[in-house]
């Protein structure tokens, strides 16, 4: 099992679960070159998600003990619920060499921790779904065990796949309702949006098309300019314009209000997802 020297990334990257998450990172990595499509190894007890990995040209296993003995990063992407099972099958090939890395949703560094050998390093991460286009928003928070080296490692690799930002652990619920399930919200916002085009004549595919390339123009705007979105939204304005009118039916329609309490609803959602 080989292990990273510092600051570089790991030559092998084990994945154990290749659904939705794994294949998202997995694809980040490859694209941006952080590590060989041969140099993954993706484990799950099905071909139906592994099938994807082994058209990206990695490596395939039914064995999750396999993925531990080959690899020193290994990133557990199973359901929450599964998690358990599959850190208690996977423990007694553990070391202290290994750096494991939880995309779990709910699941607690300290549950994690008792659920592994002791000393072991391992860290959580809040993903997104636009990880597979390398436009991830994600937080990470290191266990007691991991030093600055194999957080910077992980965030360094991570990053080939978006923002990827250490935080606190108390912020990583809230990411989920921002971040993980804000992409829902957007699509949601996104689609609206088009609609209102579709019911005033444009084509479908038309409408949805702009709708999208208004979203990421306004966000590489607010990126790359640092403005506030109320700045952004002021300079749209012209009095008496289309824009305030427009505005003014989003503010009778609770449009931030509903936004507000979305965001809050998944952060409660995920935070009692994560006691039970
Ligand atoms: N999707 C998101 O937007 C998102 C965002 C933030 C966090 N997450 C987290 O990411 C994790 C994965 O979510 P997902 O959406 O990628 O789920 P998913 O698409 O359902 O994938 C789950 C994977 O786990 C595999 N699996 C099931 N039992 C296993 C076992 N005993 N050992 C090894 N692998 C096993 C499944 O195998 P098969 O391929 O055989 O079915 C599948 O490949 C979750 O914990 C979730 O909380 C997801």
Redesign the pocket.
Known sequence: MATAAAGSCPRRVGF???????EAIARGLIRAGKVEAKQVLA????D???CRFRALGCQTTHS?QEVLQTCSLVIF????Q??P??LGEVAPVVSTEHILVS????ISLRTLEELLPPNTRVLRV????PCVVQEGAMVMTRGRHVGNHEAELLQNLLEACGLCIEVPEAYVDIH?GLS?SG?AFVCTFSEALAEGAIKMGMPSALAHRIAAQTLLGTAKMLQQEGQHPAQLRTDVLTPAGTTIYGLHVLEQGGLRAATMSAVEAATCRAKELSRK
């Open positions: 154990v679960g290749a659904g939705r998450m794994a484990s799950a007890p099905t139906r998600n592994l999750n992407a199973t359901k929450p599964l998690l099972v599959v995309v779990a949703a709910g809040s993903p997104n779904l989920t993980g992409v």
